[in-house]
């Protein structure tokens, strides 16, 4: 079992910059997959970032709506997953959810139901 422990949520203005932080504790050997969900009020869950752990430097994965602000990545030695998030906007606002321990491979990299482990979420609100 894994444990997930975001912080780092806020209130920021619009091109604003906010890192999220996920602690994990427990069988973090068992996953390779590592990743960041979001879920707007009145939305479905929704994946923001994953990154795969299982080759050197790691290959990442982006939502096309974050592609070039957002940057995940891992602190092995910390057991800590990151993401930063530069110039952000209203859209962004949501609880971001860690996630670990994917478990299917059938659909895609941003499919929540695929990962097993899940921390209690941070909220982000972002003004205009």
């Known amino acids: 079992q894994v444990q997930l422990v975001e912080t780092g949520g806020g209130s920021v203005q619009a091109g604003g910059s906010l890192r999220l932080s996920c602690a994990a504790s427990g069988s973090t050997y068992s996953s390779n997959w590592w990743g960041w969900f979001r879920q707007p009020p009145g939305k479905e869950r929704e994946g923001v970032a994953v990154?795969?752990?299982?080759?050197?430097?790691?290959?990442?994965y982006y939502a096309d709506s974050v592609k070039g602000r957002f940057t995940i990545f891992r602190d092995n030695v910390k057991n800590t997953l990151y993401l930063q998030m530069n110039s952000l906007k209203p859209e962004d606002t949501a609880m971001y959810y860690c996630?670990?321990?994917?478990?299917?491979?059938?659909?895609?990299?941003?499919?929540?139901?695929?990962?097993?482990?899940w921390g209690q979420g941070t909220q982000v609100t972002v003004s205009s």
């Open positions: 990154i795969y752990t299982g080759t050197g430097t790691g290959i990442t």
């Open positions: 996630a670990a321990n994917r478990f299917q491979y059938t659909g895609g990299w941003n499919v929540p139901s695929a990962f097993r482990a």
